[in-house]
C-alpha cells in the first residue's frame, strides 16, 4: 500500500506542467465545497496557513528528492501549483459567493457579497460602522447582505423569529474568536443553546432584583459622585463623554467585584481601562473580519494593551476567591456582595449554571466589566440633555431634578 502510494505520487510528479496546474486547481475548487463550505473554519486560520506552507515545503522536498528536480526548478514548479490550487478555491469561493449562495435574494453591494474586507475597508475609513450599516439599510431596505454569511435586519418583528424559543438561530462564527470550546470562554462568547441557557441561570441570580438591592447603595453613591462632579464643573463646559466612562467602569468594578477603580474620584482613566479603549480600535476594525481577529489576537505580544485588562480582571479574580474562601463560614446566610461573587459561589458549590471551568470564569470576569460599562456609559452619554456641555440653566435644573427624584426613590424603586 505505502509501496502503491510511494509509486503513484513519484510518477504524479513526473507530469507535465499543465496538467499539474489543471489538478490543482480542480483541487482548489474540490476544497472549497468540500471543506471551506461545510465546515466553519474561521477559528483555523492559522493551522490552514501551517497546512498550506508545510505542503508547499513537501511537494519542494519531493520534486528535489523523488522527481530529481533541481532547486530552482523545483520552487518554480511548486509555485505553479500553489497558484493553481490557491487560484482554484478563490475563483471557486467568488463565484459561488457572488451568485450561487443562499443569501443573494436579499440586497446588498456588490463587494460586500463577496468579502467582509468590504466592511473592513469601510469601517477603517469611517471608524463608524454603525453608520456605514445605517446608510446601507437607507439603500437597500430593511434586510441587507452585508458579508459574504451575513445579514443586517431592521425590523423589530425579526427579533422574536431569532432570540425568542424554539429559535434555530445562534451566534455567528464573530462569537468563536476566543475559542469554540464552552469551558473556555465567557457566557457571552456560548454558541450552543444549551450551554448559553445554563450559564445565564448564575447570572440572573447576579442581576436579580434580590442581588440590585444589594448593590443599590454603592451604586448612589457613584451616581452622587458623578453628580457633584458635574456641579463642580457648573459654567463649564465638560467631557459629559469621559465622565460617563468614569462613572460606568466605577459602577462595575464596585458591583463587579467590590473593587473601586477610582476614576470619578481621580478624573483619570485606570490603566487596565485605558488598555481596552487603546484596543477598541483594532478590534472594531479587524472585528469586521473575525478570523482575521482571531489570527492576529493569538500572535504573542499583539494585544499587549488589552491584556493590562486581563492581568488586571485576573489578578482582582484570584483576590476574590481568596476573600470568599476566608469569608466564607461568617457569610454563610448571606447573599454575595457583587457579581463575580455569585459567579463563584455557584463554582464552590458545584451548581451546574457556573462557570465550567477555569478559563471560563476568567473570560467571565472580562466579560463582567466591559458588558456592564462601556455600555452604561454610551447611553449615558449619548442622553439627550448630558452630552455637551452643562452650562445651561434648563440643565443645571434637569440635573437637580434627576438628584432630587434620585434621592427620594432610591434605586431600589
Ligand atoms: C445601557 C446599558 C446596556 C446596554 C445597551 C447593553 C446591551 C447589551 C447587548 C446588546 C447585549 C448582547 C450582546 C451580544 O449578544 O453580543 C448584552 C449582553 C450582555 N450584557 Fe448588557 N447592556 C447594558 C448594560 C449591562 C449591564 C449594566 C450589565 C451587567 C451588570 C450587562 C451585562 C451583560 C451580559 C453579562 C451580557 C451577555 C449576555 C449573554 O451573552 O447572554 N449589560 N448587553
Redesign the pocket.
Known amino acids: 500500500m505505502t509501496r502503491a502510494f510511494y509509486d503513484a505520487f513519484s510518477t504524479a510528479l513526473q507530469a507535465s506542467w499543465e496538467l499539474s496546474a489543471l489538478v490543482s486547481l480542480l483541487a482548489g475548487v474540490a476544497s472549497h465545497h468540500l471543506i471551506f463550505r461545510p465546515f466553519e473554519i474561521d477559528g483555523y486560520a492559522w493551522q490552514i496557513l501551517f497546512i498550506f506552507l508545510g505542503s508547499v515545503f513537501i511537494f519542494v522536498t519531493a520534486y528535489i528528492q523523488l522527481a530529481g528536480y533541481g532547486v530552482m526548478l523545483a520552487l518554480c514548479r511548486v509555485s505553479l501549483i500553489a497558484t493553481a490550487y490557491s487560484s482554484g478555491a478563490a475563483i471557486s469561493i467568488f463565484m459561488y459567493r457572488a451568485f450561487f449562495h443562499p443569501l443573494n435574494r436579499f440586497p446588498g453591494p456588490f463587494l460586500a457579497k463577496i468579502s467582509r474586507f468590504y466592511a473592513m475597508n469601510n469601517a477603517a475609513k469611517n471608524i463608524k460602522a454603525f453608520e456605514d450599516i445605517r446608510s446601507l439599510h437607507k439603500k437597500y431596505g430593511d434586510i441587507v447582505r452585508v458579508g459574504p454569511r451575513e445579514l443586517s435586519i431592521n425590523r423589530p418583528s425579526a427579533i422574536s423569529v431569532i432570540y425568542e424559543p424554539p429559535t434555530r438561530t445562534t451566534?455567528s462564527p464573530w462569537?468563536a474568536q476566543v475559542s469554540n470550546d464552552v469551558t473556555k470562554i465567557?457566557?457571552?462568547?456560548?454558541r450552543v443553546l444549551k450551554v448559553?441557557k445554563l450559564r445565564?441561570k448564575v447570572?440572573e441570580r447576579g442581576?436579580s432584583f434580590r442581588a440590585l438591592a444589594v448593590y443599590a447603595p454603592r451604586i448612589q453613591a457613584k451616581v452622587d459622585l458623578l453628580l457633584s462632579k458635574l456641579a463642580n464643573h457648573c459654567g463649564r463646559p465638560i467631557d459629559m463623554t469621559e465622565y460617563a466612562m468614569f462613572f460606568g467602569f466605577d459602577?462595575?468594578g464596585d458591583?463587579?467585584f467590590s473593587k473601586d477603580f477610582h476614576m470619578l474620584e481621580l478624573e483619570s482613566e485606570h490603566l487596565a481601562i485605558k488598555g481596552v479603549h487603546e484596543s477598541m480600535l483594532a478590534i472594531g476594525v479587524l472585528g469586521t473580519v473575525p478570523w482575521l481577529l482571531s489570527m492576529i489576537s493569538k500572535v504573542p505580544g499583539a494585544a499587549a494593551s488589552f491584556s493590562r485588562f486581563t492581568t488586571w480582571c485576573h489578578r482582582e479574580l484570584q483576590k476574590k476567591r481568596e476573600i470568599v474562601a476566608s469569608e466564607a463560614a461568617a457569610l454563610k446566610d448571606q447573599d454575595p456582595r457583587d457579581?463575580i461573587s455569585w459567579l463563584l459561589k455557584a463554582l464552590n458549590e458545584g451548581d451546574p449554571s457556573a462557570p465550567p471551568g477555569e478559563i471560563a470564569i476568567q473570560e467571565?470576569a472580562r466579560?463582567?466589566i466591559i458588558?456592564?460599562?462601556d455600555?452604561?456609559s454610551?447611553?449615558?452619554s449619548n442622553a439627550r440633555g448630558f452630552s455637551g456641555s452643562i452650562t445651561s440653566p434648563a440643565i443645571r435644573k434637569a440635573i437637580s431634578v434627576f438628584k432630587r427624584r434620585l434621592k427620594k426613590n432610591s434605586l431600589e424603586a
Do not use: E, F, P
Open positions: 451566534r462569537y465567557s457566557l457571552n462568547s456560548t448559553h445565564k447570572w442581576l459602577v462595575m458591583i463587579g457579581i467571565d466579560l463582567l458588558a456592564g460599562s455600555t452604561t454610551a447611553a449615558l
